[in-house]
């Protein structure tokens, strides 16, 4: 059984860090693509950043480039978005996503606010 489970959200102050991992189960994490989306108060969920097996290649949002990095540590079927400079217009649910099974996990909440 295919689970994703993200943590690592919080209320942070506008300038803040947050640091975002997602461990996934039941499925050969080290040898797919994976990506993290948001999802904003009353907005539709967005694409923020994708990241290939092995990190070889990634890619980001222009909303976001140049503040987050996105990561994986395949020893630990982890992914990771490592979150800098937050922004208010951060604020949003945040999941991580495996495409080839249209997976997605439950979501963590980060808040940017003064």
């Known amino acids: 059984q295919v689970q994703l489970v993200e943590s690592g959200g919080g209320l942070v102050q506008p300038g803040g860090s947050l640091n975002l991992s997602c461990v996934a189960s039941?499925?050969?994490?080290?040898?797919?693509?994976m990506s993290w989306h948001r999802q904003p108060p009353g907005k539709e969920r967005e694409w923020v950043a994708s990241?290939?097996?092995?990190?070889?290649?990634?890619n980001y949002a222009q909303s976001v480039k140049g503040r987050f990095t996105i990561s994986r540590d395949d020893a630990k079927n982890t992914l990771y978005l490592q979150m800098n400079d937050l922004k208010p217009e951060d604020t949003a649910v945040y999941y991580c996503?495996?495409?080839?099974?249209?997976?997605w996990g439950q979501g963590t909440q980060v808040t940017v606010s003064s």
């Open positions: 039941g499925f050969n994490f080290r040898s797919y693509s």
């Open positions: 990241i290939t097996n092995a990190g070889i290649k990634t």
């Open positions: 996503y495996w495409i080839v099974r249209d997976q």
